[in-house]
């Protein structure tokens, strides 16, 4: 297991940019393909991206496609996730998470054993 915090969320206007940083405890973080999802309201999970254990491999969700990166230190023990040309359906809650060892990443939650508490973004018109 590894903990994790997720921090760089909050009040953004439509078209403005955002970068989301996750924390992690453990040395294991290096070996885990980690991802990204969101909350809105009323919503159910929606992956984000996700990016493999060396950071060589990345996966978006269609609609960030283009706008949103995921990237990696794992001499920091930090994922981050660059959000540009933001839209206010973009508003939610995002969750980092740590999956599989070794792994290339999923856009399953199925896949992700531990996950942080959250960061609001919200986006407004």
């Known amino acids: 297991q590894v903990q994790l915090v997720e921090s760089g969320g909050g009040l953004v206007q439509a078209g403005g940019s955002l970068k989301l940083s996750c924390a992690a405890s453990?040395?294991?973080?290096?070996?885990?393909?980690m991802g990204w999802f969101r909350q809105a309201p009323g919503k159910e999970y929606e992956f984000v991206a996700t990016?493999?254990?060396?950071?060589?491999?990345?996966s978006y969700a269609d609609s960030v496609k283009g706008r949103f990166t995921i990237s990696r230190d794992n001499a920091e023990n930090t994922v981050y996730l660059q959000m540009n040309s933001l839209k206010t359906e973009d508003t939610a809650v995002y969750y980092c998470?740590?999956?599989?060892?070794?792994?290339?990443?999923?856009?399953?939650?199925?896949?992700?054993?531990?996950w942080g508490r959250g960061t609001q973004v919200t986006v407004s018109s």
């Open positions: 453990g040395r294991a973080f290096t070996t885990y393909a």
């Open positions: 990016i493999s254990w060396s950071g060589g491999i990345t």
């Open positions: 998470a740590a999956g599989q060892q070794l792994g290339f990443g999923s856009p399953a939650r199925a896949a992700y054993h531990s």
